[in-house]
């Protein structure tokens, strides 16, 4: 999106005071910076979605969460709920709120814990004022060195380079000095506000012109110090064990889509719940023991462990009837179409399922987008 002659378009992206109307009622989306949501926040959103929603929680693609089905009445209702539950700022900070972080860091592997970067960087979004002016789909990334945040389309990361400092990557571009992590969200902010100086009605730094781009950088200043390569990450369902010897486990559940009654057994765990760019739900600081029983406990109710599953690469937008601009009902599609596969083959390659052009959710990486059409569906390939 770029502004022109009649001014740039209104930026609709949805948060929890401001909903989005789809053909199923009034959409909230609830920002997660991080991905990490403690266990009764977890509890009381799954309350809030029974209450208030269609009774369920969907993981987004840029690690948040949505609730779907609300009235227009209970709007209100619905977003004091969440705001009561520590998941939603003031309502003019609400969109903004937009940090991925890598989700295994502190736990496995990477170079840093950022875990404490995001809260910091979140904190500082929310007290700053100027930070109203970005859009809802501007969003920041932090990448502990091991290069899954920086193979996607964050506008401002930060990226751990040895384990004290990091570097800024905006729009693929490194700029400025390293800094300690201590330091690293205040950078990153510093970033985002002289974009938003320039922005002059720009959702993304990717949507500026190439004079405005050029600026940002020439502001931001160029930077020698290597990054990261991007990497593209692998599966994170299954069991892992932690660097502090405890168990991390990962799951997915098809069309990332919990239900209320999943979300309250997942909480009663009593452990915090990373949810991933990649749909997946992570449930960290186990004991061996607790693990063996979640899986024996959460398995029966659709949760997914086993990384060759399909459901780790298939994925599907809302569809019909929940979306008036689908041509399919493309979850009941797709649910057959994974009925009929051979569970020994493996997961597929990555596929996104769609009922319309615009291909909503489609994930970051390289996939196979199935268009549902008047013909049936079509397949193209996306990515790299």
Not at 21 to 43: C, H, K, M, N, S
Not at 45 to 74: C, H, P, S
Not at 204 to 217: F, I
Not at 320 to 329: N, Q
């Amino acid at each position: 999106m770029s502004s022109s002659a009649t001014g740039p378009a209104p930026d609709r992206c949805p948060g929890v005071f401001a909903t989005h109307q789809a053909a199923d009622g009034r959409l909230a989306r609830i920002r997660i910076p991080g991905g990490v949501i403690d266990a009764a926040a977890l509890d009381a959103l799954a309350a809030a979605a029974d209450e208030f929603g269609d009774g369920a929680i969907e993981v987004t693609g840029r690690g948040n969460l949505q609730v779907r089905g609300i009235e227009a009445k209970r709007v209100d209702a619905f977003g004091g709920a969440v705001n009561t539950a520590g998941l939603a700022s003031d309502a003019d900070h609400d969109r903004v709120r937009n940090v991925a972080m890598s989700p295994f860091t502190g736990r496995v592997g990477g170079l840093t814990d950022l875990r404490p970067v995001a809260q910091n960087l979140h904190t500082r979004l929310v007290d700053a004022e100027w930070s109203t002016a970005l859009s809802g789909r501007f969003w920041f990334g932090l990448d502990d060195g091991r290069g899954d945040m920086l193979a996607r389309a964050a506008d401002v990361i930060g990226a751990a380079v040895d384990v004290a400092n990091s570097v800024i990557v905006v729009d693929g571009v490194r700029v400025g000095e390293p800094v300690a992590h201590s330091d690293l969200a205040a950078a990153m902010v510093d970033a985002a506000a002289v974009f938003a100086e320039i922005a002059d009605g720009a959702w993304r730094v990717a949507d500026l012109d190439q004079e405005r781009r050029s600026e940002l950088l020439d502001r931001l200043g160029p930077s020698d110090v290597a990054a990261p390569d991007g990497i593209v990450p692998e599966s994170r369902v299954g069991w892992f064990t932690q660097t502090d010897g405890r168990v991390l486990l990962g799951a997915v559940v098809p069309f990332a889509r919990l239900t209320a009654e999943q979300a309250r057994f997942v909480a009663a765990i009593g452990s915090p719940v990373t949810v991933t760019p990649e749909r997946e739900i992570l449930i960290g600081d186990l004991d061996e023991a607790v693990a063996d029983t979640v899986v024996r406990v959460l398995a029966p109710l659709g949760f997914v462990f086993d990384a060759r599953s399909p459901w780790t690469s298939l994925t599907a937008c809302t569809g019909a009837p929940g979306c008036s601009k689908s041509l399919a009902d493309v979850r009941s599609d797709l649910g057959l179409h994974v009925a009929g596969l051979d569970p020994d083959e493996g997961p597929p390659h990555p596929e996104h399922w769609v009922g319309c052009d615009r291909g909503c959710g489609s994930p970051a990486r390289a996939h196979v987008r199935v268009l549902a059409s008047s013909d049936g569906y079509i397949r193209t390939t996306r990515g790299d």
